[in-house]
């Protein structure tokens, strides 16, 4: 009786234990961890099929399962630093919980692979477009006239640009993209709001401070960019706008500049006809949106 108690609570404990499983999302990370003897998957297809049916066995078990982005690389790299073996199956374990607390993630929900892959490899570029934006506001330093930080004035500023934008937005879900061009990378950044049956907006945090960063970048470098803003809402038409970033700060454009903007294709120039029920226009006053702090060095 006693071994049946401690059988089943050790069922019981197994079910609770959350675990994280690292994820060869491409065929070309595939290839390269075929190098390890230990590494026995021939076929990447194969490799995927034989994962999902473990993660729909952890479920059915009542056993959350977290995907993490496994990149052949960093994993080279951690066990040359850690002194590990990279052709042991525990180091390999060790790297994927060192992913669970530091790296990109997505929770395992049920939804095929193919649908799951595209949102963690969406999660790894977010993380790393933050990390990238990040570290650039930081280099920034202080002003040398005034001695505020720029890269934290930028934050505050852009913090407060996001708020009038989407307070000054028309009712339903909102979609926002910022890009900031310039030396030595252009990066873009992508921000969903989802309207509650209140009217407020709901953002993902980690999405807002990626968006966030990116637009302080821009504006504390100056950079040429952009943000633009579609709406949607049932029964309207979906509304289109947005800004300029010339200067270190945002200009409005005309309903005309944002239709060419939609109607072209951003790599080959190409024109795009325009989406019907789309409704092209001027975006709102966003109040008293003051110069752009002058910082030199």
């Known amino acids: 009786m006693a071994h049946t108690d401690h059988q089943t609570m050790r069922r019981v404990l197994r079910r609770e234990i959350a675990g ?75 790297f994927t919980a060192e992913l669970a607390a530091t790296g990109p993630t997505v929770p395992y929900d049920g939804r095929p692979l193919a649908d799951l892959l595209p949102a963690l490899v969406d999660e790894a570029v977010r993380q790393a477009t933050w990390e990238y934006a990040t570290t650039l506001l930081t280099r920034l330093g202080p002003c040398p006239t005034c001695g505020e930080d720029i890269g934290r004035a930028a934050f505050t500023r852009a913090s407060d640009l996001l708020v009038r934008i989407l307070d000054s937005a028309p009712p339903g879900d909102r979609h926002l993209v910022c890009t900031v061009s310039g030396p030595p990378d252009t990066l873009v950044s992508v921000l969903h709001g989802d309207q509650d049956p209140h009217g407020a907006t709901r953002l993902d945090e980690a999405e807002a401070l990626e968006f966030t960063s990116v637009l302080a970048l821009g504006l504390a470098t100056r950079s040429p960019g952009g943000l633009v803003m579609r709406t949607s809402a049932t029964g309207t038409a979906d509304r289109v706008y947005g800004w300029r970033l010339r200067g270190g700060a945002l200009e409005p454009l005309t309903a005309s500049e944002v239709f060419d903007a939609y109607c072209t294709d951003a790599e080959s120039g190409d024109v795009i006809p325009p989406e019907s029920g789309v409704d092209y226009r001027e975006p709102p006053a966003l109040g008293d949106e003051t110069v752009a702090p002058d910082h030199r060095h």
């Open 20 to 94: 994280t499983i690292g994820v060869l999302t491409d065929d070309h990370d595939f290839r390269a961890m075929r190098r390890y003897r230990s590494f026995t998957f021939d076929d990447h297809s194969t490799y995927l099929r034989q994962l999902e049916a473990v993660l729909k066995t952890r479920a059915a078990q009542g056993t959350h399962t977290t995907l993490a982005l496994f990149d052949p690389e960093d994993y080279a790299a951690y066990c040359a630093d850690t002194g590990l073996d990279p052709e042991a199956p525990a180091s390999r374990t060790r």
